[in-house]
């Protein structure tokens, strides 16, 4: 059974440009959270994603949209890309069983270094 | 909304015990506590939901006081294998999503 899994692992930017996230949830699950990670910070909520659409959303600038397929699976984009978005980008996801988050399965993420 | 945990770091022996903080401001529904080695994903090890339950993994186990808006994780005989970052991630009623604290880093010597 295949878990989370994302990509690109790692990627390279420069400020202005634009970049695409995908990550693929594991087998059965219908709910996809991203979230960012600075170093030694804890993972920060961007978004998340159930029934294609936009559920609950962090603190986080227009800037950052994201997108569900048929298939469960999601794209985090960022436009005009800022220094302080180079961290690591995590995928979670979970069966969305009734209005509370249950067990979280994390993918090993998409580092972004912004130059 | 992030919750505040406590120590920031810690450093064990093999086989000495550990407690983790984790604090919120808001009324929660449940708590999470996830374990993350260096470069690897978070990787989940318990939920406490309102109600003051107590659960245990093997030998680590946690507590959630609803009242108090506060989490413990107890980490006892320490093993190698423990060493990581320690979060906790807070819920809100009906929130459905995560808010993860800054960590605890946690390193098993010898």
């Known amino acids: 059974d295949a878990g989370v899994t994302q990509s690109p692992t790692h990627l390279i930017k420069t400020r202005g440009q634009q970049v695409t996230l995908r990550c693929s949830p594991k087998s059965g699950h219908d709910t996809v959270s991203w979230y960012q990670q600075a170093l030694g910070q804890g993972p920060q909520f961007i978004f998340q994603?159930?029934?294609?659409?936009?559920?609950q959303r962090g603190n986080f600038p227009d800037r950052f949209s994201g997108h569900q397929f048929p298939n469960y699976s999601s794209e985090l984009n960022v436009n005009a890309l800022l220094l302080g978005d180079s961290a690591l980008y995590l995928c979670?996801?979970?069966?969305?069983?009734?209005?509370?988050?249950?067990?979280?399965?994390f993918g090993e993420g998409s580092r972004l270094t912004v130059l | 909304q992030q919750p505040v945990q406590s120590p920031q770091a810690v450093i064990l022996r093999e086989g000495e015990d550990a407690v983790i903080n984790c604090s919120s401001s808001k009324a929660l529904y449940s708590v999470h506590w996830y374990r993350q080695k260096h470069g690897e994903a978070p990787v989940f090890l318990m939920i406490?939901?309102?109600?003051?339950e107590q659960k245990g993994h093997d030998k680590i186990s946690a507590s959630f006081n609803e009242k108090k808006q506060q989490s413990s994780l107890y980490l006892t005989a320490s093993q190698l294998s423990y060493s990581g970052t320690y979060f906790c991630?807070?819920?809100?009623?009906?929130?459905?999503?995560?808010?993860f604290g800054t960590g605890t880093r946690l390193t098993v010597i010898p």
């Open positions: 994603y159930y029934e294609e659409e936009e559920r």
């Open positions: 991630g807070t819920e809100r009623p009906g929130a459905n999503n995560l808010f």
């Open positions: 979670a996801s979970s069966l969305r069983r009734g209005v509370n988050t249950g067990e979280l399965f």
């Open positions: 406490l939901l309102k109600g003051g």
